[in-house]
């Protein structure tokens, strides 16, 4: 039997099929386990808390961890064993967020060597690469033989696909051929070499695409060679003297035709890799904002806000924005990236700066009916992986959202706010004018801006509750036609008024016109058409015949700093969000508990989203209603407190937060999630209550409120236009007082406390 040799940078491969190779057993224990995540620009990495990867077979493709890059499962299996058993855990941590830590020791193993004699610690880096180094020690007094062993294994599945998603068919799995084969064209010969044991001490995962690309996992030892490979597992034969340590390790490079897959520059050892990231992170915080406070409990929250924004920025071409969350949304999205780059503002402008020219860039040009994309619409989600370069999946971009695009045009004209950057507002002004035209294009119909689905693989619902059950009337029945979201209708709002002022200022006096008073009718009109009477609140949407979908959401509490609303409707919504069956203790749920269709465990029909909170926080603190937004902010800070490395969680389930009881986690949230981390820092904003106006050089702080907490509140290098200032917030009785201690340029502060 003769088989095609695939041959790549002197690498030969042949189906896998064609090659077996035992599978060393997995010893893994069953029970589910915490799982730890590391995170490095567009890589990823999901552990047990020994930092291992189960599901050596059909297992691990329904199991979530691995190692990621670019949609694609680079690592399925990675698993220590001494003498084929599982090690005994001590302790561990992904506190840094690229760096995972494990301490563990050794079970009995026979009559030879008792427990609790071998001391092991992995470090495990992430940086364009993954990087591993094993410190083994005795600290016996006498000598000490057993076997090490780590195997790999890679199924390079789509992220679809451990997502759920089926498919028809996939590529090929492939084998290297062992040196001594490369010259044989007859596998069954090959084969019959490969028998004698001899396997290359690189170690070379690989499969082919259904596109045709070859994709690698390739894997290099350092400090000690193994003693032996079989099949994907390294062995060592160790003999350690008493109190003796070795370490040994690892380098793996995702590569796809020959070339690295990730972005970054892998270096060649792991100590290099910590370096690098340690560098580049201290070289980020020192540009942007540091804001700290008088208790270590709200500092906490704040430094691993601050860790999380920095993980999380990966790189699109020459910029770098906040993917949307790990593991199932790290990559690029329209909606997440710029809400998480409004609400960092404050922290770093240069995050809204690059998701605008990310954006701008990936901009809709053409009808296409599988994308969903439209000339001037902003992407939903853009992916990478074998699914979508096959046309599986539309995500080449995806176009399926209704409000990217007015949220689009409203952080153009906030960044604008922020930093007085006319090169950017310039560059990017036909796009707005183009994203503008999308706007206006779609509300011909009726007035308002809707969705429905026209990919047969796109999402039902495009807004930001996309989930497909979650758009239900007071009867928990679901809407049907095209849905026209009310926070949608504010952003439309929104960015009619922000970018009037912007074409005034451009000497544009028909666009700033026109703009201003398509707002004015649009403000009378959804006051009068989402309004629903009987219940002193505002409609979650309208459906196809233009009904209200008339449940209790959270969804009107995104319009409330948005002046959509007159005066009277909004506070009416303000104080029915507060109501019991909505707001829990932790936060606002996304459904009235009273609705029949809630679910605690809903992802958007009953579950509370910090980001939906702080942007209803926002709202309320812009009606005056300080209280209530002090009273929000406790909520999320309190849940936050609970989460494993005080990091918020995408969501979290709506159970009523009790005297003896802790936010209850939803099963499958990404953590960290762009907005979730984002809203830490809105949080921040909606206490000291900035308003910038950097193209008039000034800042007011307006009023602004410490909660009971906190006593004392610094932001140093807060950067407004081109000036940086320090300001300091002291909190007496009920009134907190705001100083500038330190300013870099000429900027007029106003305070109005």
């Known amino acids: 039997m003769t088989s095609e040799i695939i041959e790549i940078d002197d690498r030969k491969f042949v189906p896998a099929d064609q090659l077996p190779i035992p599978e060393w057993t997995s010893v893994l224990n069953e029970r589910p386990q915490p799982i730890l995540t590391l995170k490095d620009d567009d890589l990823f990495l999901l552990t047990d808390t020994f930092g291992n990867i189960g599901g050596s077979s059909d297992e691990g493709r329904s199991s979530g961890l691995g190692l990621f890059c670019h949609d694609t499962r680079f690592l399925n299996r990675l698993e220590l064993q001494l003498d084929g058993r599982p090690p005994i855990l001590l302790s561990s941590t992904a506190e840094k967020g690229f760096v995972l830590s494990v301490l563990c020791t050794n079970p009995r193993l026979d009559d030879r060597i008792p427990a609790e004699t071998i ?80 396997s290359p001490i690189e170690l070379t995962l690989a499969y082919q695409g259904l596109d045709g690309t070859i994709l690698e996992s390739r894997i290099d030892f350092v400090h000690y060679q193994p003693d032996a490979l079989k099949g994907y597992t390294a062995l060592w034969q160790l003999k350690l003297q008493p109190h003796e340590k070795q370490t040994f390790g690892y380098r793996l490079q995702p590569l796809s035709s020959g070339r690295p897959v990730s972005r970054v520059s892998a270096p060649m050892t792991l100590s290099q890799a910590k370096a690098a990231e340690l560098a580049e992170e201290q070289h980020w915080r020192s540009q ?3 804001i700290r406070s008088d208790k270590n409990t709200f500092n906490r929250v704040i430094e691993r806000a601050e860790q999380d924004v920095y993980l999380l920025r990966q790189t699109f071409g020459k910029n770098k924005a906040l993917s949307a969350g790990v593991p199932w949304f790290s990559t690029l999205f329209g909606r997440d990236s710029i809400i998480a780059a409004s609400q960092t503002l404050l922290l770093d402008p240069q995050i809204a700066r690059e998701t605008l020219t990310i954006l701008a860039h990936y901009q809709g040009k053409t009808d296409d009916e599988w994308r969903e994309e439209q000339p001037g619409k902003i992407l939903h989600e853009i992916r990478f992986g074998e699914m979508a370069r096959c046309q599986e999946i539309p995500h080449t971009p995806y176009y399926g959202t209704v409000d990217a695009t007015p949220l689009w045009l409203m952080l153009y004209a906030e960044y604008f706010s922020w930093t007085a950057d006319y090169e950017t507002l310039d560059r990017l002004w036909n796009n707005a004018l183009a994203a503008m035209d999308w706007v206006d294009r779609n509300l011909k119909e009726t007035g308002y801006l809707s969705y429905q689905r026209k990919s047969k693989r796109g999402l039902d619902n495009q807004g930001w509750k996309d989930s497909g059950n979650c758009i239900v009337d007071r009867k928990g029945r679901m809407a049907q036609g095209a849905i026209t979201l009310c926070e949608v209708q504010g952003y439309v709002y929104s960015a009619k008024i922000r970018l009037s002022q912007i074409a005034r200022m451009k000497k544009r006096i028909d666009l700033a016109d026109r703009w201003e008073e398509e707002a004015r009718d649009l403000k009378v009109r959804f006051n009068r058409d989402f309004w629903m009477e009987d219940q002193d609140f505002c409609a979650l949407a309208l459906d196809g015949d233009g009904n209200p979908v008339d449940s209790i959401t959270s969804n009107p509490g995104h319009c409330l700093q948005l002046g959509i609303f007159t005066p009277e409707k909004a506070y009416s919504v303000a104080e029915r969000l507060r109501a019991p069956d909505m707001f829990n203790g932790w936060g606002i749920r996304t459904l009235s508990s009273l609705s029949p269709a809630y679910n605690p465990m809903g992802y958007h029909v009953g579950s509370v989203w910090p980001h939906d909170n702080a942007l209803i926080a926002i709202g309320l603190r812009s009606l005056g209603l300080i ?28 159970y009523d937060r009790t005297d003896d009881n802790e936010p209850v986690q939803y099963p499958v949230a990404c953590t960290p999630q762009a907005w979730a981390t984002g809203s830490v820092f809105q949080l921040v904003h909606m206490i000291v209550n900035l308003v910038p106006d950097a193209p008039g050089n000034c800042l007011r702080v307006i009023d602004p409120a410490l909660p009971e907490s906190l006593n004392y509140l610094a932001l140093k290098n807060l950067r407004v236009g081109p000036t940086l200032l320090d300001l300091e917030f002291e909190r007496s009785g009920s009134s907190t007082s705001c100083r500038v201690s330190k300013k870099r340029g000429n900027l007029r502060v106003v305070i109005e406390a």
């Open 119 to 198: 001391g092991i610690k992995r470090e495990l880096v992430l940086n364009g690469g993954l990087f591993e180094e094993i410190e083994i020690a005795n600290y016996s007094t006498e000598s000490v033989e057993f076997e090490l062993s780590l195997s790999f294994g890679a199924d390079f599945i789509d992220l679809f696909e451990v997502r759920g998603f089926g498919r028809n068919q996939r590529g090929t799995v492939l084998r290297r051929l062992p040196h001594e084969a490369h010259e044989v064209d007859d596998v069954e010969s090959f084969v019959a070499v490969d028998e004698s044991g001899q």
């Open 288 to 290: 942007v904002t540091q």
């Open 627 to 654: 209280d209530q937004a002090l009273e929000l902010c406790k909520g999320l800070l309190d849940m936050t407190r609970h989460q494993p490395y005080q990091r918020p969680p995408e969501l979290f389930c709506g």
